[in-house]
């Protein structure tokens, strides 16, 4: 059985910085795209930022803007989200998403759609106060 759990989102302040963390199990970890998405108020689900089974790393640069890092360890199964410079646009709940990724090479918005990501977490909840 697969699991995706997040972990790390609070509130913080504008301007504070946050680490998500989403350890997976039951799978393959190393042969999987992970992405992370979040979805704000009223708003739909969106792309943030994914990472390729060759640690190949693909943003949102229009609402990045370099202020988001992805990063995966593929000894602990985990991927990680780095948040700094943190504005109140950026609330939401953030979920990973797990992606079978072996030996593909893949132009970059494949992984900016959700519906070809096969598992999914539960999500951790990001909120940012002015």
């Known amino acids: 059985q697969v699991q995706l759990v997040e972990s790390g989102g609070r509130s913080v302040q504008a301007g504070g910085s946050l680490r998500l963390s989403c350890a997976a199990s039951?799978?393959?970890?190393?042969?999987?795209?992970m992405g992370w998405f979040r979805q704000g108020p009223g708003k739909e689900r969106e792309f943030v930022a994914a990472v390729r089974w060759d640690s190949g790393a693909i943003y949102d640069a229009d609402s990045l803007k370099g202020r988001f890092t992805i990063s995966r360890d593929n000894a602990k199964n985990t991927v990680y989200l780095q948040m700094n410079s943190l504005k109140p646009e950026d609330t939401a709940i953030y979920y990973c998403?797990?992606?079978?990724?072996?030996?593909?090479?893949?132009?970059?918005?494949?992984?900016?759609?959700?519906?070809?990501?096969?598992?999914w977490g539960q999500g951790t909840q990001v909120t940012v106060s002015s």
């Open positions: 998403a797990a992606a079978e990724d072996s030996g593909a090479f893949r132009g970059r918005d494949y992984y900016t759609y959700t519906y070809k990501y096969d598992y």
């Open positions: 039951g799978l393959t970890f190393s042969s999987y795209a």
